[in-house]
C-alpha cells in the first residue's frame, strides 16, 4: 500500500524569472512540467489533485536548472523527462530536444525531420501542447518566413527566450 500511495506524490515549486513566473511538477523518476504562470498556479495545482495526486512543494535540481538557464550560465538540461502526449507528439517533442542552444527551426523543417513534410500545422499542435516547455525548447520554433509565430504563453515570452539565448549563446 506504501508504494501505491508513494506513487501518487507530486512535487512542486515556481520561480520567478525576467520572463515570468514558472510553475513546475515533478517526481522522483523524471519532470513533468514546466510552464509559465498566466494567472494562478493554485488551478494547476487542483488539476492534479482532481487526478488524486498529492502534491509537496520543494526544490530540487529542477530549479537549480532552470534559475542556471535564465542566469545565462546552462544552455542544457541534465534532467529524466516524462512527457503525455501521442506518438506523434512525443516524436515532434523528442526533435525539439535536438535544437541546439540559441538556434531555431521552422515549423516545416521540423515536420521534415519528424517524417511528415507536409506537417507544418500538425507539428505546430504538437509544439503548441508541449508540457515541457523551456526544457523541451518550444520557443526555438519559427515560421518559415522568419516570423517568431505563436506562442502558447505569449508571443513577447517566446521572443525573451530567444534573445536571451543568443545573447548567452556561447555558454557551454
Excluded at 529524466?80 to 535544437?99: D, F, M, N, P, R
Excluded at 507544418?120 to 519559427?142: D, K, L, Q, T, Y
Amino acid at each position: 500500500m506504501g508504494k501505491r500511495k508513494s506513487s501518487k506524490i507530486l512535487f512542486w515549486n515556481q520561480i520567478k524569472t525576467p520572463a515570468g513566473d514558472l510553475f513546475f511538477v515533478w517526481k522522483k523518476e523524471g519532470v513533468l512540467l514546466v510552464s509559465f504562470i498566466e494567472k494562478d498556479y493554485g488551478e494547476k495545482i487542483s488539476d492534479f489533485i482532481k487526478d488524486g495526486f498529492t502534491l509537496i512543494r520543494s526544490s530540487s535540481s529542477l530549479e537549480v536548472q532552470l534559475k542556471e538557464y535564465f542566469e545565462g550560465v546552462r544552455k542544457e538540461f541534465d534532467l529524466k523527462l516524462i512527457t503525455t502526449g501521442t506518438a506523434y507528439q512525443k516524436k515532434v517533442w523528442s526533435e525539439l530536444l535536438k535544437v541546439p542552444y540559441g538556434e531555431t527551426v521552422s515549423y516545416g523543417q521540423l515536420a521534415r525531420r519528424v517524417g511528415n513534410p507536409s506537417g507544418a500545422r500538425s507539428v505546430g499542435m504538437a509544439v503548441h501542447f508541449n508540457p515541457i516547455g523551456i526544457i523541451i525548447p518550444c520557443h526555438r520554433v519559427i515560421r518559415s518566413s522568419g516570423e517568431i509565430g505563436g506562442y502558447a504563453s505569449g508571443v513577447f515570452k517566446k521572443k525573451w527566450l530567444l534573445e536571451h539565448e543568443r545573447a548567452f549563446g556561447s555558454v557551454k
